[in-house]
């Protein structure tokens, strides 16, 4: 159990370095500098640190450490409960920044930027992972080093079945968070990180579960056994298409593209009570012409019933 403790202890240390990254950039930095740039980057940098070191226990841990999925599955979901809570809102994800474009909450421009900041942050988050490794703290490390010029494809199924299970997972997790992106973090957070774990263990063995195209460029694009645009069709193109799904099913449009509700009717809320309406304009009709008869029946001078004054 020695290598799994240097392994929650850089994972720590990962949490708490990128957080440093995040306070320092927001006294550095403007806000705008900082939300599109310095927090997708920090985020970026912690999630695939993290997760190509839980990969390296996922692969190696039950033939050279002797404990189960289980293990594995439990740190994953406690991985994506800490980022989502020090993420400071960011998503580390090209398909969520994309989803806040096509819903305008967000600008073109900031949109690339965040791109840029995810891809520099998950290459920055290789190479400093490809550097602890080097170290060969445990035996975990130095059977990766071993084996990691012979790594293989993480797609274990044809490429259509592949994209299509990465879409179902993009899809089901852009589902959630459209549904909680509006509640409280107490709630979203575990939320998410439930989501996430359920979906790794159901797709892991087919394509690793990864719906995440940032994610999955530095954990398998290098790895043999596929080309590039295998890769791309799978873990770029199924993803996108899973969220564009989510979003059409959840909104019935696409913003961005299109205001026009093609699934769900638009019903007003407040329903005008149109025949009582009528009733009581028919009933004030008589009220009306009985107030009109009777201010014609009263003198010219008035209500007072005297005589009116005359002067001579």
């Not at 400071?88 to 900041?117: H, R």
């Not at 274990?156 to 973090?185: D, M, N, W, Y």
């Not at 909104?251 to 009528?278: D, E, H, M, T």
């Amino acid at each position: 159990m020695a290598g799994l403790n240097v392994s929650i202890a850089f994972f720590f240390l990962v949490a708490g370095v990128c957080q440093a990254l995040r306070q320092l950039s927001k006294r550095l930095l403007s806000p705008g500098a900082y939300g599109c740039l310095a927090r997708e980057l920090a985020g970026s940098l912690q999630l695939c640190a993290s997760c190509l070191e839980l990969k390296m226990l996922m692969e190696i841990g039950p033939w050279g450490g002797g404990f189960g999925p289980d293990v594995v599955l439990t740190l994953l979901f406690l991985l994506f409960a800490v980022h989502g809570v020090s993420s400071d809102g960011a998503s580390a994800n090209p398909t969520v920044s994309l989803q806040e474009f096509l819903l305008l909450e967000s600008s073109l421009a900031a949109t690339a930027t965040k791109l840029l900041a995810q891809g520099a942050g998950t290459g920055a988050g290789w190479a400093v992972t490809k550097l602890y490794w080097s170290w060969e703290l445990t035996h975990f490390h130095l059977i990766q080093n071993l084996i990691a010029s012979e790594c293989s494809s993480s797609i274990h199924t044809s490429l259509h079945h592949a994209a299509f299970v990465e879409g179902i997972c993009s899809f089901f997790f852009h589902l959630v968070l459209l549904k909680l992106r509006q509640s409280h973090p107490m709630y979203q957070v575990p939320v998410l990180a439930a989501t996430v774990t359920f979906l790794t263990y159901t797709a892991g063995p087919f394509t690793g579960a990864f719906f995440n195209p940032a994610l999955a460029a530095a954990t398998t694009f290098h790895c043999s056994g596929s080309s590039f645009w295998d890769y791309a069709w799978v873990y770029w193109l199924g993803p996108l298409a899973g969220m564009l799904a989510a979003l059409f099913l959840y909104q019935g449009n696409i913003p961005r593209l299109f205001q026009k509700n093609l699934l769900y009717s638009q019903k007003s809320k407040y329903k005008i009570p149109k025949a009582r309406v009528a009733v009581h304009t028919e009933g004030d009709e008589p009220q009306r012409r009985r107030k009109g008869e009777k201010s014609n029946s009263e003198p010219p001078w008035g209500r007072g019933g005297g005589e009116p004054n005359t002067f001579a």
